[in-house]
């Protein structure tokens, strides 16, 4: 007979057992109890409780710490809207495959039902949002309810999972055992007759290329797919979530990113490909509709998880297997073969017209810092083992585009949802999970301030983040579309605001620049500091039309 405890201090065991290190969110009536175990708890063990300034950034800083490590952050709040701001948080982290265990307090079990202070249907409302919602009924199953929402939100595909927790099953007495560490999630790679078949694709094809999704970019799947390229080297097209997989050894086979506007080399890559392997590919990033346009040649599709199916994407060959497994046997499996001398030629010079691409074009009376002129400064300033989260806006499509990154999770995209607010929150994540290095998040003016507050959590970790923030005045992401379609915008003209003195009304550093050359003292200056500083940069976005050039004759804006 295991010792009495309550609900929450079975809770608290249980995340303990499973390795949680950290505990974002905010306190209520509801969790009050659990928060003061961890506030006060003197076992080393115990996972950190970190206060944020909004639940939804909680829950952002929570897929962060999944993104970053491939395991659950965890995020609790009280009943209420502290569970109903969790919801575009955790719909994003499980659109875009980071896992996340979320804990929702609740009013008590009989008032559930009753139009009462915070009462919600917090179960029903989140299960859209998350791969599984459950509300526990007994506070002997608390345990084993946190050990299966971890283990489904660590499963292919990774996702958000919500814990429902009324007030008097926490408060309720135990007497079952908390259950132990869980052992990993294994899956076999594919079997030799499968490995035949690919092979046999590969030695038929003239062109295959790799298209590396967001599964991709896991730590081994990376390693095997490097180890392949190093076998038969071939052209490499990442999506914004599969950015890194190319290391500077093997620059000469990236081809680009795909994302958003069919006008990339990595369209065309793919286009003129009669063998497309797709590599942890998900939908949610790039819709085969926009990169498998009028393709006459056949699609591997390897990953753990089974395809979503459609008039677009219809692989010749589907193999759910363990990626990095499968690919490790593949490269051992296969014959030496390589590309022939004229398709060589012809790869290198459509790279060599790619990365011209990145000069910084001659601009007369330039209002602002160019976005290029941005990009080629921070690239200077970084190394290989910064990490870069970027929000979205404008910014996002330049920095997708152009900025490079040569190890995978190092440059952080919402590509699923398109999220605003997340760049802040995933940079506190990193620099929790990475404290020996430096963290640079990227936002606009608009998205930005969706999670601005949470600087001055930054601030109180004594963080060493760099924001910059492109400042332009306007919702411009949508802002330049609009005046594309309509020849005028709408409904996207922001008020100005002075970034720097708002860093510093924190306790961050502010740094206001008024040109490219500024810029580089001013990195320099962010870099050597401890804690946070926020860079304020007018930006020209008078460019940002080329972001809709085009590139295939088949594309339609």
Do not use: C
């Amino acid at each position: 007979m295991a010792n009495k405890k309550t609900g929450a201090e079975a809770l608290f065991e249980s995340m303990i057992n499973q390795g949680i290190k950290y505990v974002f969110g905010l306190p209520g009536a509801k969790v009050d109890k659990l928060f003061d175990l961890m506030q006060y708890s003197d076992n080393p063990k115990a996972p950190k409780l970190i206060i944020t300034r909004h639940e939804q950034n909680a829950a952002f800083i929570a897929s962060g710490i999944g993104r970053l490590t491939g395991k659950p952050g965890v995020v609790a709040t009280t009943s209420g809207p502290g569970v109903s701001n969790l919801a575009t948080a955790l719909i994003t982290a499980t659109s875009e495959g980071d896992p996340v265990v979320a804990l929702g307090g609740q009013v008590p079990r009989n008032d559930v039902a009753r139009l009462t202070h915070q009462s919600i249907p917090s179960k029903e409302l989140l299960s859209t949002a998350t791969k599984d919602s459950v509300e526990v009924q007994d506070s002997n199953n608390i345990s084993e309810t946190f050990a299966n929402a971890y283990q489904t939100a660590m499963a292919p595909k990774s996702g958000a999972t919500f814990i429902s927790l009324p007030k008097d099953v926490l408060d309720d007495n135990v007497t079952t055992e908390t259950i132990d560490p869980l052992t990993p999630i294994q899956q076999g790679g594919a079997d030799q007759a499968t490995i035949n078949q690919i092979i046999e694709k590969i030695k038929n094809a003239k062109l295959p290329v790799i298209l590396a999704g967001m599964r991709s970019s896991d730590s081994e799947v990376t390693a095997s797919i490097r180890n392949f390229l190093e076998k038969f080297s071939i052209p490499v097209v990442e999506t914004f979530q599969g950015a890194g997989v190319i290391n500077r050894d093997l620059e000469k086979n990236y081809f680009g990113r795909v994302g958003l506007f069919r006008n990339q080399i990595g369209d065309a890559m793919l286009k003129e490909s009669d063998l497309v392997i797709t590599i942890g590919y998900d939908p949610v990033e790039y819709e085969a509709r926009l990169w498998n346009v009028d393709r006459t040649g056949e699609i591997i599709n390897l990953d753990s998880i089974a395809p979503e199916i459609s008039n677009d994407y219809q692989p010749d060959l589907v193999v759910q297997a363990d990626i990095a497994k499968t690919l490790n046997q593949l490269s051992q499996d296969l014959p030496d073969i390589s590309l022939n001398d004229d398709l060589k030629s012809h790869l290198h010079q459509m790279q060599t017209n790619f990365l011209s691409k990145d000069a910084v074009p001659e601009r007369k009376d330039a209002k602002g810092v160019h976005p290029l002129e941005i990009i080629n400064k921070l690239q200077n300033q970084v190394n290989d083992d910064t990490t870069v989260t970027v929000d979205v806006g404008s910014h996002y499509i330049w920095m997708a585009r152009h900025f490079r990154s040569y190890k995978p999770r190092h440059l952080l995209f919402s590509n699923g949802m398109q999220t605003l607010g997340v760049a802040l929150p995933w940079a506190i994540a990193a620099a929790l999970e990475r404290p020996d290095h430096h963290v640079v998040s990227v936002a606009g003016d608009g998205g930005f301030l969706f999670s601005g507050q949470e600087l001055e959590t930054a601030v109180r970790l004594n963080l060493n983040i760099v924001q910059l923030v492109w400042n332009d005045g306007y919702y411009d992401m949508v802002k330049f579309q609009e005046e594309a379609k309509y020849g005028r915008n709408s409904g996207v003209a922001i008020g100005s605001v002075d970034f720097a003195k708002y860093a510093e009304s924190f306790g961050a550093t502010g740094i206001h620049v008024d040109s490219a050359d500024e810029l580089d003292g001013a990195l320099k200056k962010a870099f050597a500091k401890e804690g946070p500083t926020v860079i304020d940069i007018p930006v020209d976005y008078s460019d940002n039309i080329k972001l809709l050039s085009t590139l295939l004759d088949d594309y339609v804006n």
